[in-house]
T-cell receptor, first 113, second 110 residues
Framework: DAGITQSPRHKVTETGTPVTLRCHQT?????MYWYRQDPGHGLRLIHY???????DKGEVSDGYSVSRSKTEDFLLTLESATSSQTSVYFC????????????FGPGTRLTVL | GQNIDQPTEMTATEGAIVQINCTYQ??????LFWYQQHAGEAPTFLSY????GLEEKGRFSSFLSRSKGYSYLLLKELQMKDSASYLC???????????FGKGTRLSVIA
């Protein structure tokens, strides 16, 4: 299995608070992604990165920001969490291109009250 | 826009064969992926098709017809552990991220 970890694995927070989720990989893959998964919507891309300090928006980026200061870490920040951001968040990585096979982390379950 | 369609849910009997279909209308095509996702877990890669035809991998096979914008995943000799969601994803031409379908939840019953 690809070496991908996510932290925290579970988090409960209150509306209006900032939240940061971390994705860490040991595979030295260039490409990293953040998805959210909700019933009826499947996996939706939030942001992705194609290198250190190189990021771009996905289809549901409003309310989220990301940073990648090192190859191995990709951070997802909710500046002011809302109940609509309650979801399961998955990080993924790929080696050779954005259209290549992706390996997924274990997920973070976030609840915003 | 990009559109990928899969049935929402399917039910099949242990020991049987099931076919999960995926149709896509996308601006470009650079391969089709199938992933398996058990409840509460992360998606895991099953198969990849870039050329027309059937790719077989044990009990699982995946088929692609690029001219029809169509793929299917065939699961043989179904086992209870095959109960999961199956996600179809399309790679687009150019360097853009995969586009995922909403997934098909398969329930295997005795």
């Amino acid at each position: 299995d690809a070496g991908i970890t996510q932290s925290p694995r579970h988090k409960v927070t209150e509306t209006g608070t900032p939240v940061t989720l971390r994705c860490h990989q040991t595979e030295n893959h260039r490409y990293m992604y953040w998805y959210r998964q909700d019933p009826g919507h499947g996996l939706r891309l939030i942001h992705y990165s194609y290198g250190v300090k190189d990021t771009d928006k996905g289809e549901v980026s409003d309310g989220y920001s990301v940073s990648r200061s090192k190859t191995e870490d990709f951070l997802l920040t909710l500046e002011s969490a809302t109940s609509s951001q309650t979801s399961v968040y998955f990080c993924a990585i790929s080696e050779s291109g954005l259209d290549n096979e992706q390996f997924f982390g274990p997920g973070t379950r976030l609840t915003v009250l | 826009g990009q559109n990928i369609d899969q049935p929402t849910e399917m039910t099949a009997t242990e020991g049987a064969i099931v076919q999960i279909n995926c149709t896509y209308q996308t601006s470009g095509f650079n391969g089709l992926f199938w992933y398996q996702q058990h409840a509460g877990e992360a998606p895991t890669f099953l198969s990849y098709n870039v050329l027309d035809g059937l790719e077989e991998k044990g009990r699982f096979s995946s088929f692609l017809s690029r001219s029809k914008g169509y793929s299917y995943l065939l699961l043989k000799e179904l086992q209870m552990k095959d109960s999961a969601s199956y996600l179809c994803a399309v790679g687009l031409s150019g360097n853009t991220p995969l586009v995922f379908g909403k997934g098909t939840r398969l329930s295997v019953i005795a």
